[in-house]
């Protein structure tokens, strides 16, 4: 199965500080890329996503780096505060996004004050 | 922006009886749609891809007769889960792709919590 390597499993970064969570995936025609924020109990919600063409892509306080020769991708979240704890899963897909994803393994965030 | 309106958000059921979990897109057509499980602490798997007007497509492991989809219209799929089971009790989310050139890509449901006495 088509797999999406997703680590740490869990981080604890201090209010104020930078969050990273980085994936790495292994089928070179995935061409699309999203990180998702879930919250106990809903469905997760797209943050932020980036294409292959592109090697970084900012939204507000985050940023997503992308490496196409190492096949990994970054979430970085600025600024971290206490409303970001949550679940991170960074995706791939294929067809630019319009075939199904392929979720990592999920990141717990916590930050603290 | 889409939304994609999921129902029940939690059902409690006994075992051996049947649950429908209903998916809608709300303001804009799906021929197709994906249906999740997530197990506490875990990522989301796909279970199966729902299209309108034909057989859903079933990943490998899951059990067709056991969940069943039916995309009945271009706005709804309903996944069936026949004879539960405690070892179904999970957390199923659907998606929708969007059909909008630009922008995101794949709307979730708010997801449906079973719980299987």
């Known amino acids: 199965q088509q797999q999406v390597k997703q680590s740490p499993q869990s981080l604890i970064v201090q209010k104020g500080g930078i969050s990273i969570i980085n994936c790495a995936y292994e089928n070179t025609a995935f061409d699309y890329f999203p990180w998702y924020q879930q919250f106990p109990g809903k469905g997760p919600a797209l943050l932020i996503a980036i294409r292959p063409d592109v090697s970084e892509k900012k939204e507000g306080r985050f940023t997503i780096s992308f490496n196409k020769s190492a096949k990994q991708f970054s979430l970085h979240i600025m600024d971290s505060q206490p409303g970001d704890s949550a679940t991170y899963f960074c995706a791939a897909s ?5 075939e199904k ?3 990592g393994t999920g990141t717990r965030l916590t930050i603290i004050p | 922006g ?7 958000s939690w059902v409690i059921c006994k075992s051996g009886t049947s649950v429908k979990i209903e998916c809608r897109s709300l303001d804009f057509q799906a021929t197709t749609m ?4 997530q197990f506490p602490k875990q990522s989301l798997m796909l279970m199966a891809t729902s299209n309108e007007g034909s057989k859903a497509t079933y990943e490998q492991g899951v059990e067709k007769d056991k969940f069943l989809i039916n995309h009945a219209s271009l706005t709804l799929s309903t996944l069936t889960v026949t004879s539960a089971h405690p070892e179904d009790s999970s957390f199923y989310i659907c998606s929708a792709p969007s059909d909008m050139p630009r922008g995101e890509k794949l709307f979730f449901g708010s997801g449906t919590q079973l719980s299987v006495l």
């Open chain 2, 2 to 8: 889409a939304v994609v309106s999921q129902h029940p």
């Open chain 1, 94 to 98: 294929k067809n630019f996004g319009n």
């Open chain 2, 34 to 37: 994906f249906w999740y499980r």
């Open chain 1, 101 to 103: 994803l392929t979720f």
